[in-house]
């Protein structure tokens, strides 16, 4: 069983930060890869960046690279987003979604398990 629960969201100000939690309080991670989107009010869901818990292997959306960075620890059963230099176009509803795969999906429908998700605001 895979229970994901999402935390550390907030408003802030443009070029500040935030570190989102991904907690599993089920099974461990170990053999999940686990994803981050998020979705604007009106958008589709977007992939964000990933990270494959059994090495560390991580992939990020363009739009974050430099700026987002995904880790884990895996005694813990978390997975962690830490975002740098905020931006307004970052304000969306973030969540987190593992898969039980080796290779690392960046489409939402490729994840079975999703959280409930977390707010970010940004604001200038």
């Known amino acids: 069983q895979v229970q994901l629960v999402e935390s550390g969201g907030g408003s802030v100000q443009a070029g500040e930060s935030l570190r989102l939690s991904c907690v599993n309080s089920?099974?461990?991670?170990?053999?999940?890869?686990v994803g981050w989107f998020r979705q604007a009010p009106g958008k589709e869901r977007e992939f964000v960046a990933a990270i494959r818990c059994i090495d560390g292997e991580q992939s990020y959306a363009d739009s974050v690279k430099g700026r987002f960075t995904v880790s884990r620890d895996n005694a813990k059963n978390t997975v962690y987003l830490q975002m740098n230099s905020l931006k307004l176009e970052d304000t969306a509803v973030y969540f987190c979604a593992a898969q039980l795969t080796m290779t690392i999906p960046l489409k939402a429908y490729e994840y079975r398990h999703w959280g409930p998700g977390t707010q970010v605001t940004v604001s200038s």
């Open positions: 089920g099974r461990t991670f170990s053999s999940y890869v």
